[in-house]
């Protein structure tokens, strides 16, 4: 029976293999842009980026909405299950939370506090 959704679309992208450093080139920063992560698929087919052991951010439709879903997540009875404590971006909140991050303006504030 044929599907509006190819299984490739499913597929987890491959890794890009990571340039070698160059000698004294130690900027963390560039490293972090520079790294791709595999998109990982939930029970529902929904993409999700690890954070760390339990947090991740997912991409989902919800009530014909894109949102982007930050959240905790927990183990119970073998299963990963998200919990509470979380937020869902709508696209246009992500577009300008993502327009900070670009411009730069997010870093200036955290390395001004990390002072």
Not at 10 to 32: L, T
Not at 37 to 44: A, E, P, S, Y
Not at 54 to 60: G, P, W, Y
Request: with cysteine; proline share 3%; net charge negative.
């Amino acid at each position: 029976m044929p599907s509006s959704d190819s299984e490739e679309e499913f597929k987890p992208k491959a890794k890009k293999a990571k340039p070698s450093k160059s000698v004294g080139d130690d900027s963390e920063e560039e490293e972090e842009e520079e790294e791709k992560v595999d998109i990982q698929r939930n029970d529902d087919g929904e993409a999700y980026f690890e954070l760390n052991k339990n947090k991740r951010c997912t991409v989902r439709k919800w009530k014909k909405m894109v949102l982007v879903d930050i959240r905790e997540f927990y183990e119970k009875g073998g299963k990963t299950l998200p919990g509470k404590k979380g937020i869902s971006l709508t696209l246009e909140q992500y577009k300008a939370l993502r327009g900070v991050i670009m411009d730069g303006s997010l870093d200036e504030q955290i390395k001004e506090l990390d002072e």
